[in-house]
């Protein structure tokens, strides 16, 4: 039960000193302010990211080359063409696609861009539109008899050259060879986050192998039958690949393993950013502190007065509590408002650069952060608290006289 006097009285008190409460309040409200938005911001990348993967499905596995220890695909070239069709002869495999990737420079009216070639199989597309990947706006999708067309995303289209908007029949030259643009695709950037991914240029496999030499995947996408059976067919593609390769100079990845990673690497990156903005924390705890003891030292003779009518220590103990308490509560419930304002605007800002950045208000959070806030202020103000209660009252009427 809330002793309403005493939360009156604390509330009196405080509001005697308007300007020195403020200044108390700021550090509180900048500690939780940050944790709030930290925490709100972690959130919505997590959900973000989830969503994301969602959409490649949890039955989609990725075969890499390498180790598994950094960006092997970048350097890597351990898979092999033949890799696709041994993959798909296993139980279980309902389809695995392979990514041809290489780097040129793409020239349009005597203007130059770098370019991040993408070479796939027209008769599997049905897999990059199901993941998102390729999604047509405008134009037509590559075919199987198609050599020297290509699709490229809307931003490339729109920024790829500077003062040039690229259009469906238009042609750019590739390594000294023209190709036809038939499609233009929504920007992978939504997938993959901002116009970083725009430049990219699809084609078909077979022109990627023939015409810029690179005739194996960089990365084999395998979709299974039902997601049930993902860990028992990665184990039989590891035991296959390894034997055909005769060593394990690959990896395997599911979609939960890369969701769980992710994960992983934004809680560590949001318990340290949370951790600094604890400090701030700890500054207004310092500051309720101070401000306690103040209040102790301007009060004596009016807490000589109390204990003179019969307040016990422990009444006296209490009021001085129940003000740090309330400064703490009164700090967290402003700074989460903060937070949460600007968690919003940082989602507001993602999503209209091109990374969809959900907003969401988590009520534990928010309760949670109140009552730690309110904690602080207690633990902050309980030496000064408990140094009003121990004032004996003679020698506290005595004071100021």
Known sequence: MIDEELVSVAYRNLKMHKMRSLLTLLGIVIGIGAIVALVSIGEGLNQAITEQFEMLGL???FVEPGSGAGFSTAVS?????????????????????????????????DK???????????????YLEKAGYLILSKGRNLESTDKYSILIPEGFSEDGFIEETLKIKDSLAINEQKFQIVGITEDLSSLMGGGLVSNFIFMPKE????FFGEED???IAVQVTDRTLVDEVSEKIERRLKQAHGEEDFYIMTTENIMEAAG??????????????????????????????????????????????????????????????????IGGVIGSAF??????????????????????????????????????????????????????PVEALRHGS
């Not at 890799?83 to 990737?101: H, K, N, S, T």
């Not at 130059?112 to 049905?126: H, M, Q, T, Y």
């Open 59 to 61: 039955d989609t596995l």
């Open 77 to 109: 070239r351990t898979l092999k063409d033949s890799d696709i069709r041994l993959i798909e002869g296993i139980p279980g495999v309902e389809a695995a696609m392979g990514f041809y990737e290489t780097a040129a420079i793409a020239e349009f009216r």
């Open 112 to 126: 130059k861009a770098s370019v991040l070639i993408l070479g796939f199989d027209p008769n599997k597309r049905e």
């Open 207 to 210: 022109t990627v192998q023939d």
């Open 217 to 219: 995947p960089v990365e």
């Open 264 to 329: 992983v690497v934004i809680g560590l990156v949001q318990v340290v950013l949370v951790g600094l903005a604890a400090i701030s924390l700890l500054v207004g705890g310092i500051g309720i502190m101070n401000t306690m003891l103040m209040s102790v030292l301007e009060r004596t003779r009016e807490i000589g007065v109390m204990k003179a009518v019969g307040a016990t220590n422990s009444r006296v103990l209490s009021i001085f509590l129940m003000e740090a308490g309330l400064i703490g509560a």
């Open 339 to 392: 937070g949460l304002l600007i968690a919003a605007g940082v989602s507001v800002v993602a999503t209209a650069v091109g990374f969809p950045l959900p907003f969401g208000i988590n009520p534990i959070v928010l309760a949670g952060a109140t009552a730690f806030a309110m904690l602080v202020g207690m633990v902050a103000g309980y030496v000064p608290a408990r140094r009003a209660a121990m004032l004996e």
